[in-house]
């Protein structure tokens, strides 16, 4: 938000023996501010909250996949199950233990930073018209739709893309088996493209309304 300050002229007299003006400090946010962007975050919490998901689940399956591998290598076929069981469990233990932790430092920390960014660029008019986008029920359909239309287009690329990059994985794998020096069977299987899609992220509410005031038209939503 670009504030515009309109000052009164004054005579070139006056203006040559006036002393130089410091700069004015910033302008602490007035509470209706302070209210509207308390109540954008609230709405903003479901997102928050998949963000510190996100966060705590990522290395997790990072070292699921990882475990994975290693099993079908080195874990003789008649102890893979319940090895698999044992990781599993303590990787659930982890987020259970992890996610609290996480999420209570998201929902923490977003007045300082995203509330404060909403409170500097906004004026408390944007304000009121974002919080009505955010709170509208075309949001809200919107992102309802969120998961299912991000499905629809990780299994479309899925399934376009998959015999243009198969092929290109199956030579790195060589490749990389050769630098290793390891048969196929110890490096793991190539890692191809998935016959299914994973899981869509669940859709994160905007933090921005679309440009016109009125509600949009088209099925087309503001960016997340």
Known sequence: ????????????AALAQAP????PAATAPTAGKKELVQKI??????????VARGLVEQPAAQMMQAA??????????????????????DVKKYIEEALPLVRERALKAAPSTIGATLEDKFSEGELRQLLAW???????????????????????????????????????EQK?????????????????????APAAAPAQAPLAPPRAASAPNSTKGPTP
């Open 1 to 12: 938000m670009r504030v515009v300050v309109v000052l009164a002229l004054v005579s070139s």
């Open 134 to 172: 955010l709170d509208s029920p075309v949001n809200k359909k919107y992102q309802g739709l969120g998961g299912d239309m991000q499905k629809a287009l990780v299994q479309k690329v899925v399934a376009d893309s998959r015999p243009l990059i198969e092929p290109k994985i199956q030579a790195l």
């Open 41 to 50: 975050l609230l709405l903003q919490q479901p997102g928050l909250e998949s």
């Open 20 to 23: 130089l003006a410091t700069p």
């Open 68 to 89: 994975a591998r290693t099993i079908q290598t080195d874990v003789p076929a008649d102890k893979r199950q319940a090895v698999a069981k044992a990781i599993d469990d």
């Open 176 to 196: 990389v088996r050769a630098s290793l020096g390891v048969p196929a069977a110890r490096l793991g299987a190539p890692t191809a493209a998935p016959s299914k």
